[in-house]
């Protein structure tokens, strides 16, 4: 087992050192401060950017209280309850990072608001591999994911260069609803992680169409406004998740449920059939 986790992380290692050399560097384009939604509203610049931050402080201190708070979320776990601290804090700070980062936009401030990001995203890595792979291996994997996190950002601060940080943010975009899919849960509600990685992708599209939104809405809300909304749904689910869910179980994957589900959707379908065309063909019995 051992051997296995060694090879997985050499490989990773060398992949990533791989990459770094046969891709070109991707610098901050300084347009990306140039957001479409520029207004004031008493006296708060870029007002409607900053404010939006608001629900992911209030969703991680909601989160980081009931982690807490007579184990409200029912944390088996010691790993657990660390990643879900990491990452609860990770998303209030977002809400202050990213607020201070909106009030003046410069790559300085930016840091501010991608480093609890990482926070966030790292964390969520860390419990997947406690929940659906091994507690132990998820328990140890957390500080270095979460110092994979910081250099990437202080990577892109010094050298800028965006590619680590790029990969700390879209692998686990990518990693994390295959693993909801393919391995065995160890709690119910399953499908919340998928919701949360649908508004996850929603809220990048939006922040790429930032100018085309706000000229869509007539200039009322912009396209990253509605990003930091549906980004904050994403949290929201997940707290959802933790306060509804259950022990597993029969341990099964999200994709045999489904193809299970399928399997009696078909069953059942032939089962109607059969039953209309046999009772079609009973006769009527003769009346007394």
Request: charged share 15%; with cysteine; hydrophobic share 50%.
């Amino acid at each position: 087992m051992r051997k296995r986790t060694a090879y997985a992380w050499g490989v990773a290692i060398i992949s990533f050192v791989v990459l770094m050399i046969v891709t070109p560097t991707i610098p901050q384009s300084q347009e990306y401060h140039d957001f479409a939604d520029q207004r004031e509203f008493f006296g708060i610049p870029n007002t409607l950017n900053v404010v939006s931050n608001f629900p992911f402080l209030v969703i991680g201190i909601i989160g980081l209280v009931f982690c807490y708070y007579k184990n409200y979320f029912k944390l088996s776990l010691q790993g657990e309850l660390w990643g879900w601290t990491c990452f609860f804090i990770g998303v209030a700070a977002v809400g202050v990072g990213s607020s201070y980062y909106h009030l003046d936009p410069n790559d300085a401030r930016l840091v501010w608001d991608r480093l609890p990001m990482t926070i966030a995203f790292t964390s969520i890595m860390a419990i997947f591999i406690i929940e659906r792979i091994d507690e132990q291996k998820g328990m140890l994997s957390i500080i270095p994911l979460l110092l994979a996190g910081v250099i990437s950002i202080l990577y892109w601060r010094f050298f800028d260069d965006l590619r680590p940080y790029a990969l700390v943010q879209f692998v686990p975009c990518i990693v994390i609803p295959l693993m909801a899919i393919l391995l065995p849960p160890m709690y119910t509600h399953s499908t919340y992680w998928l919701w949360a990685a649908g508004f996850y992708l929603l809220a990048k599209v939006e922040e790429a169409m930032d100018k085309v939104i706000y000229k869509w809405t007539h200039h009322i809300v912009s396209g990253h406004t509605l990003k930091h909304l549906c980004a904050a749904m994403v949290p929201v689910f997940l707290t959802l998740m933790l306060a509804k869910r259950t022990i597993q179980t029969d341990r099964i994957s999200l994709l045999k449920t489904w193809k299970v589900s399928w399997t009696k959707v078909k069953e059942n379908g032939s089962r109607v059939e059969s039953c209309t065309y046999t009772y079609t063909s009973v006769q009527p019995e003769e009346s007394h």
